[in-house]
């Protein structure tokens, strides 16, 4: 297929012939099953598909949902449902042994969340990190208090023409213990908040770096704290005014 950066016609051409090849061989199409979803993908198709050019509604199409099973045969799956299970198993693995993979993709998750936060303000849902952040737990408490505050004086995230945006990289483990990891990450947050009636404007520009503790309990990970340099500081910018 060459090691090429992006696909053309002609690629999706040979892959559509190797499908094709492949599934005219495989066991899980003996018999009445390759009548029911064929054992062909075209090339039209496929690149549709690895293109992402399909509608919300199309994906619960009988036909869409054929695609997905002969794909998944190809990939050496029974088919889709096998598919699903199995990455739900390998997800279940990765929850449970703390994998790097999985709690890179914990602070990944937490900083998005924290983006979808600031866009209730002024209402304040902090039940919005319970799948992420331990009940209880320091970091809950203070993100809280400091978030309470701002709704409370009626901040509002202006998120119009990309005003507000965030970017996380360079996320590395630091400390590996059986119940308890430690990860660095650097982080790059640019919000703009509205106050009230007035309209008064107020900026976060920060580049920092952040330290996240995440704890085992109860066999579950979760974020139990979060060391932030440039924490509470709009709140104490705005007492000060």
């Given at each position: 297929m060459g090691n090429v950066s992006e696909w053309k016609r002609s690629h999706y051409i040979i892959l559509s012939e190797i499908i094709k090849d492949e599934l005219s061989e495989a066991e899980e199409l003996k018999g009445g099953k390759k009548f029911e979803i064929g054992n062909t993908i075209s090339h039209v198709t496929l690149q549709r598909?690895?293109?992402n050019d399909y509608q919300d509604k199309t994906h619960s199409d009988l036909r869409f949902l054929k695609t997905l099973d002969k794909i998944c045969i190809f990939l050496g799956y029974?088919?889709?449902?096998?598919?699903?299970?199995?990455?739900?198993?390998?997800n279940q693995e990765k929850k449970e042994t703390g994998s790097h993979e999985f709690l890179?993709?914990?602070v990944y998750d937490y900083c998005a969340t924290t983006f979808e936060f600031y866009k209730h303000f002024p209402t304040h849902k902090p039940e919005i990190f319970?799948?992420?952040?331990?009940?209880?737990?320091?970091?809950?408490?203070?993100?809280?208090?400091?978030s309470k505050e701002l709704c409370d004086r009626d901040f509002q995230l202006v998120t119009?023409?990309?005003?507000?945006?965030?970017?996380?990289?360079d996320i590395h483990l630091v400390t590996d213990e059986p119940d308890k990891k430690i990860l660095e990450s650097q982080e790059f947050w640019n919000l703009l908040f509205k106050a009230g009636e007035t309209?008064?404007?107020?900026?976060?520009?920060q580049l920092n770096t952040q330290i996240y503790f995440i704890r085992r309990i109860d066999n579950v990970w979760k974020i139990w704290d979060n060391y932030n340099p440039?924490?509470?500081?709009?709140?104490?910018?705005?007492?000060?005014?």
């Open positions: 598909f690895f293109e029974r088919d889709l449902n096998d598919y699903t299970l199995s990455v739900k198993k390998r890179t993709q914990l319970k799948n992420l952040v331990f009940d209880g737990s320091p970091f809950l408490e203070r993100t809280s208090q400091f119009k023409n990309n005003r507000s945006n965030y970017e996380v990289f309209g008064e404007e107020h900026f976060v520009n440039d924490a509470g500081r709009l709140n104490r910018k705005v007492e000060l005014l």
